[in-house]
Structures are given as C-alpha cells and as structure tokens.
C-alpha cells in the first residue's frame, strides 16, 4: 500500500515571497491532515478536511494561509506572503477517521517538506 | 482542552541501558495516548498507542508504555536501548475530531 506523498521535500524562499505544498493521502482515506512543526517543538494542527469539507481549521492562520482538497483526494497548503516565523516541517497525515464513526483512526504521515524562509 | 507534557527535551543512554521517556497528558475524558518517533528527514512513525484496553501496551521495536490514571502519566521504556533507537520521540493524545496534540517532544541519544 502507497504511503501518503508530499512534494516538494524541501524548499528555500525569500520573506514575503508565495509557497505552495502538495499531499497525496493514503487511497481510500476519508480524512487528511496538514501540521506545522516549528524546529524543538511539536507538530501542531492547522487544518484537517474530511473529503473536501473543512472539519478545523481554528489554527490556520488565515490571513496568510490558505488550504483546499477540491475533490476530496489530494490536497494544497499555501502561504501568501511568507514570514520568517514560517519556517518549518510541513506534515500531511491521513486516516479513515470520519465523525460520527470510531473515536479513533490511525493517522498516517508523510515525509514532511521542510520550508526556510529568509 | 487536552494536553501533554514530556519532560526532558534530551535524553542520553548508553547502548544496552534502560530507556524512559516521560509524558504527562491532561485530559477531561478518558485520553487516547500515543507515541510516535521521527528519524531524521522523516516523518512521523506510530510506536505504540493506548486506547482504553490493556494499560500496558506493547509496540514497535521492543518498546512499551504504561497507561496510569492515578498519575495522568504515559511514560515509555524500552529494557536495552540500541545504537538505532536514536531520534526524536513524541507524546500525543486525540482530540475530539481524531486530531493528535503534541507534546514538545524528546530527543534520544544513545552512546555506544
């Protein structure tokens, strides 16, 4: 069985500039995942659909970020502009996980894209 | 709101000595309770997880972690520790909505 793919693995952009990231979940999976994780720190929800409805996005900084999953398959996470702050892991996980079934699915991860802001 | 806490951002070990990472979570309702590792450049691996079965549970690797109420504790230990058990290692509980909350994780180093 594939793993979730994300691409690019890593990417270096300059302070105010666009980014976009890209995952592909598990097949068959209802619900995907993007976190944020800060070097020695955690991986931090910013938003999770269920197909391609939005389930939370509480930690999504709007202003800046954006996410979608039109067809309820793969999924973008943008940042428009970049900040310095933005530097970090950017994880997609997924899992079988839909509400109202089982408290509690497996998530599955991907490799990560490591984004530098300078 | 659900939490976890790992004390200890760094932890040392020589090859074949006993491994015990420390995780204290909070939680209003009964948790789910997980710990993953990452290798370097990789992401997250699921080592073990406790979902109101058994209070010890077994996982990958040869690691374990005991589930204890009493102490709102998840610690996890592993009898001899191997030169490949170095990496970071996570406590998470779930959510509500089957989303993982983090601790700050730890970092193993083990010493030949």
């Known amino acids: 069985e594939a793993g979730v793919a994300q691409s690019p693995r890593y990417k270096i952009i300059e302070k105010r500039q666009s980014v976009a990231f890209w995952c592909n979940p598990i097949?068959?999976?209802?619900?995907l995942y993007w976190y944020q994780q800060i070097l020695g720190q955690g991986p931090k929800l910013l938003i999770q659909?269920?197909?391609?409805?939005?389930?939370?996005d509480s930690q999504l900084p709007k202003d800046r970020f954006s996410a979608e999953r039109l067809k309820g398959v793969d999924s973008t996470l943008k940042i428009q502009p970049a900040k310095l702050e933005d530097s970090a892991v950017y994880l997609c996980?997924?899992?079988?996980?839909?509400?109202?079934?089982?408290?509690?699915?497996?998530?599955?991860f991907g490799p990560g894209t490591r984004l530098t802001v300078l | 709101a659900q939490s976890v806490t790992q004390l200890g951002s760094h932890v040392s070990v020589s090859e074949g000595a006993l491994v015990l990472l420390r995780c204290n979570y909070s939680?209003?309702?009964?948790?789910?309770l997980f710990w993953y590792v990452q290798y370097p450049n990789q992401g997250l691996q699921l080592l073990l997880k406790?979902?109101?079965?058994?209070?010890l549970v077994k996982g990958i690797n040869g690691f374990e972690a005991e589930f204890k109420k009493s102490e709102t504790s998840f610690h996890l230990t592993k009898p001899s520790a191997h030169m490949s058990d170095a990496a970071e290692y996570f406590c998470?509980?779930?959510?509500?909505?089957?989303?993982?909350?983090f601790g700050t994780g730890t970092l193993l180093a083990v010493q030949p």
């Open positions: 996980a997924s899992s079988y996980w839909t509400s109202g079934g089982a408290a509690y699915n497996e998530q599955f």
């Open positions: 097949s068959g999976h209802a619900t």
């Open positions: 659909f269920q197909n391609n409805g939005v389930v939370d």
């Open positions: 939680s209003s309702v009964p948790p789910y």
């Open positions: 406790y979902t109101s079965a058994a209070t």
């Open positions: 998470a509980v779930s959510g509500a909505t089957n989303k993982l909350i």
